[in-house]
Nanobody, 123 residues
Framework: QVQLVESGGGLVQPGGSLRLSCEVS????????MGWSRQAPGKEREFVAG????????YYPRSVKGRFTISRDNAKNTLYLQMESLKTEDSAIYYC????????????????WGKGSQITVSS
């Protein structure tokens, strides 16, 4: 069973930055399309970033494009999300996602989910 463990969340002021990490174990990391989704209280989970297996292509919705950067290190089985210029509306639990299909990943689906990492953007 593939395991995803997110880390790096916390409290940050508006305009601040954070970097999330996701360590993947019990699986072949490099064979998965990887991404991040988030879920705020009372809202549905939404896709926020995706990356192809070799890291050559990345995908973002308009809400985070230009502020978030997804990357991966296949040698370390680790996915990252660098977040800049954070806004209060970015507050949510952020989940690492893995899928064998790119279109499924970009539609917010994942074969496996971690427990998530809470990010709170507040002054």
């Amino acid at each position: 069973q593939v395991q995803l463990v997110e880390s790096g969340g916390g409290l940050v002021q508006p305009g601040g930055s954070l970097r999330l990490s996701c360590e993947v174990s019990q699986g072949t990391f490099s064979t998965y399309y990887m991404g991040w989704s988030r879920q705020a209280p009372g809202k549905e989970r939404e896709f926020v970033a995706g990356i192809t297996r070799n890291g050559g292509n990345t995908y973002y919705p308009r809400s985070v494009k230009g502020r978030f950067t997804i990357s991966r290190d296949n040698a370390k089985n680790t996915l990252y999300l660098q977040m800049e210029s954070l806004k209060t509306e970015d507050s949510a639990i952020y989940y690492c996602a893995a899928h064998s299909g790119l279109s499924e990943l970009l539609n917010g689906k994942s074969l496996y989910w971690g427990k998530g990492s809470q990010i709170t953007v507040s002054s």
